[in-house]
């Protein structure tokens, strides 16, 4: 297959939903959870989508699908213009690979370097094994790890360290879509912003489209190009990155912003902060979910729900917007 040209959609979700069902005791009924809810969504080649929400709100159901690992109940996911259904697990794995957010429990602390980052060679049964620790190495200068810690393990390294050990394993396979999900939330805050930038990096260099998922619009802020924000299984916006202090956003993302740009100093780079709890998603509010936190809602808010409208780039779901 050739390679996607710039601007190119190269993962897509068309109507996408995952609903389980739940029971919350032995004689009750079953009741339904709308994990991921009617969710269309495009990723071009090169770009960064930031996707953000707070925990619940369906971002990592959404990875999981992408990368193959979650069936959607239903709906249709598209990679390279083509049915995901028309891949095999490994074909996906070798294009799209994620970095997760743990270094600590995503990598096996009794393995080397060595083993961890060629492990994906040895399950694709790329290139001949004496070329391996020549392709190892290549990846350690790329993720700015030294070659001597080759024959190190986990336990000796830190946390950042141990984030660049999972990089360069999500990279060896040459993937051209990389899926981020929560890459610097355990990592102490004057590491996050040097992995965030060997993320931009490596996209220059390598070409790299990214699907980057944080519960933080800070860090989502600072990689993205586009943002997408989702509430309770569902996008309510989409923007380009540059419009995100507009005054006319969703109150959601608006919130978002405001919890950003918290001026509590100890918070470092702060959390999401809103007024109310997270619903419940076994029983969502009415109308639109975000009626019982929302500083404008109005009577409409709770009897309908807001359908997501706009362009392709640029999209709200807001009875007020
Ligand atoms: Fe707020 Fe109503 Fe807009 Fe929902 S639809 S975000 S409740 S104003």
């Known amino acids: 297959m050739k390679d996607a040209a710039p601007g190119e959609t190269v993962l897509e979700l068309k109507n996408v939903s995952k609903i389980y069902d739940v029971r919350q005791g032995l004689l009750a009924a079953p009741k339904t959870l709308g994990a991921l809810q009617d969710v269309s969504?495009?990723?071009?080649k090169g770009e960064i989508l930031g996707l953000v929400g707070e925990s619940g709100s369906g971002k990592s159901t959404l990875a999981k699908i992408l990368l193959g690992?979650?069936?959607?109940?239903?709906?249709?996911?598209?990679?390279?213009?083509?049915?995901?259904?028309?891949?095999?697990?490994?074909?996906?794995?070798?294009?799209?690979?994620?970095?997760?957010?743990?270094p600590y429990s995503s990598l096996n602390p009794?393995?080397?370097?060595?083993?961890?980052?060629?492990?994906?060679?040895?399950?694709?049964?790329?290139?001949?094994?004496s070329e391996w620790d020549g392709r190892i190495k290549e990846m350690l200068d790329l993720v700015g790890l030294p070659q001597?810690?080759?024959?190190?393990?986990?336990?000796?390294?830190?946390?950042?360290?141990?984030?660049?050990?999972?990089?360069?394993?999500?990279?060896i396979m040459k993937p051209e879509i990389v899926i981020c999900d929560e890459p610097t939330s355990a990592l102490d805050v004057s590491v996050q912003s040097q992995i965030l930038n060997l993320l931009m990096e490596l996209r220059e260099t390598l070409g790299l489209t990214y699907l980057f998922i944080s519960?933080?619009?800070?860090?989502?802020?600072?990689?993205?190009?586009?943002?997408?924000?989702?509430?309770?299984?569902?996008?309510?916006?989409?923007?380009p990155v540059e419009?995100?202090?507009?005054?006319?956003?969703?109150?959601?993302?608006?919130?978002?912003m405001e919890?950003?740009?918290?001026?509590?100093?100890?918070?470092?780079?702060?959390?999401?902060?809103?007024e109310g709890s997270?619903?419940?998603?076994?029983?969502?509010?009415?109308?639109?979910?975000?009626?019982?936190?929302?500083?404008?809602?109005?009577?409409?808010?709770?009897?309908?729900?807001?359908?997501?409208?706009?362009?392709?780039?640029?999209?709200?779901?807001?009875?007020?917007?």
């Open 148 to 171: 001597r810690l080759i024959d190190a393990n986990p336990a000796q390294m830190s946390g950042g360290q141990r984030q660049r050990v999972a990089i360069a394993r999500a990279l």
């Open 69 to 102: 690992l979650l069936q959607p109940t239903s709906g249709k996911v598209e990679i390279f213009g083509q049915s995901h259904e028309s891949y095999d697990r490994r074909w996906i794995a070798r294009r799209i690979q994620p970095i997760f957010q743990d």
């Open 278 to 321: 997270f619903p419940n998603p076994i029983s969502p509010p009415s109308g639109c979910a975000f009626h019982p936190r929302c500083a404008i809602a109005g009577p409409i808010c709770s009897a309908e729900r807001p359908e997501l409208k706009g362009s392709a780039q640029e999209r709200v779901a807001c009875h007020m917007r």
């Open 110 to 129: 009794r393995k080397t370097v060595r083993e961890i980052v060629g492990l994906p060679l040895n399950i694709h049964r790329i290139a001949d094994r």
């Open 259 to 274: 919890s950003v740009l918290s001026p509590e100093p100890s918070l470092g780079v702060p959390d999401v902060q809103i």
């Open 243 to 256: 419009k995100l202090f507009d005054k006319q956003r969703h109150p959601y993302t608006r919130a978002l």
């Open 215 to 239: 519960h933080n619009l800070a860090v989502v802020e600072h990689i993205a190009t586009r943002v997408a924000v989702m509430y309770l299984g569902r996008i309510v916006e989409e923007t």
């Open 41 to 44: 969504l495009r990723i071009q």
